[in-house]
Each structure stands twice: as C-alpha cells, then as structure tokens.
C-alpha cells in the first residue's frame, strides 16, 4: 500500500473555541454514543476538565497540555471536502477523505490556553418560545499555531492541490466552537511532502 506523507503548519487569524463540554457526565453520555470502543470512550473522558458551572466548554488536555483529537482536524477535512464535492475529474469528495486520509499523531497539541474565556448569549427558539442562555469557552488565541501530518493512500487520487483547495476551506469556515461567528478561521502557513 502506498502512502503519500505531508507535513501541515496552521496558523490561526482568528481566536479558536473550545468544544468539549467541562463536565466529565455530560461528555461521556455523549461520546458513548461515538467512540469505536469501550477503551477509547474512557481514554476521552479522563482528559476532560470537571468544573461546576454549566454552558462552559474548553479544550482535551494532559499532563502536557490542551490539544485537539485527531478526528477533529479529519472531520474538519470531510466537511470541506463535502462542500467542494468534485475537483477536476475526481467526484465524491468526502467519501474519498474519510475513507483514504488520516491525521497523525492522535493528540495535536495546542499553545496555552488565553486566560479570559469567550462568552456570549447563546438564542434557540424552542417548543416553550425564544430562550437565550450565556454560554462561555476558553479560546486559544489568534496568532497560534497547529502540526499535523496528513496521510494520504495514493489510490485515492487526492494530491497536493486537492489539498490546498480543501485547507483553504478553513480560511472561511474555520475550526472548533461558533465558526458561524467567524471563530477557528486559520490559514496554511505550510503544507508540504515529506
């Protein structure tokens, strides 16, 4: 099987949001759901920080730090991958990159977390009317920066400007919490074989 390597440097232009709820019960009911084993389900949940107040979300973290699960970053490339839908003679985007790519390592770390967390008045419109509630989430700031390597099988036919176009993606959706807002927006600051 042949495997093409790149190396990828983000760089954030714009403050990115934690998405882990900091309730150990809450997170675990939710990735129960998710996880591909029993395993990995507690693996998770142990990196999550317990706090009492409610509507806070932050960020995985470990004895080295905050970081990101892998299946974020891959997530993030399938949904861009779904927009763009066909590049060229290449179709069904998103099933090409769930299935032929793969994020390395498991935890991309993050830079220090900013001390002032995010926080904003969240609305639904629910069955009972309008609610709002405050939510709050701790940011990794603007100007920061991510590694990764992207694995990429080479039957797949997803080369390095297929890439490119799918990392450019980011520049307007962005990654994390409220991309809606404008939120997780990053540019490649390097992309390249190795």
């Not at 949001?17 to 996880?35: D, M, Q, R, S």
């Not at 693996?43 to 730090?65: N, R, Y």
Request: proline letters at 5%; aromatic letters at 10%; a positive charge.
């Amino acid at each position: 099987m042949d495997i093409t390597v790149y190396k990828v440097k983000l760089k954030f232009t714009e403050d990115l949001l934690g998405t882990v709820p900091k309730n150990k019960e809450i997170y675990k009911a939710f990735i129960a759901t998710k996880a591909a084993s029993r395993e990995d389900a507690e693996e998770e949940v142990a990196t999550v920080a317990e706090i009492e107040e409610k509507g806070w979300t932050g960020f995985h973290t470990d004895e080295k730090g905050p970081f990101l699960y892998d299946y974020s970053v891959k997530g993030f490339l399938c949904e861009a991958a779904r927009t763009l839908k066909q590049h060229g003679a290449l179709k069904q985007l998103m099933d090409k990159f769930k299935r032929y790519t793969f994020v390395t390592p498991r935890k991309i770390y993050l830079p220090k977390i900013a001390q002032d967390p995010n926080e904003r008045p969240l609305r639904a419109l629910t069955a009972q009317g309008p609610r709002v509630a405050l939510v709050r989430s701790d940011v990794v700031p603007a100007g920061s920066r991510i590694e990764f390597q992207l694995k990429v099988l080479d039957q797949s036919g997803i080369k390095l400007p297929l890439i490119k176009e799918v990392l450019e993606y980011g520049s307007l959706m962005g990654l994390g919490q409220w991309r809606s807002g404008g939120f997780g927006r990053f540019e490649v600051e390097s992309l390249k074989e190795v």
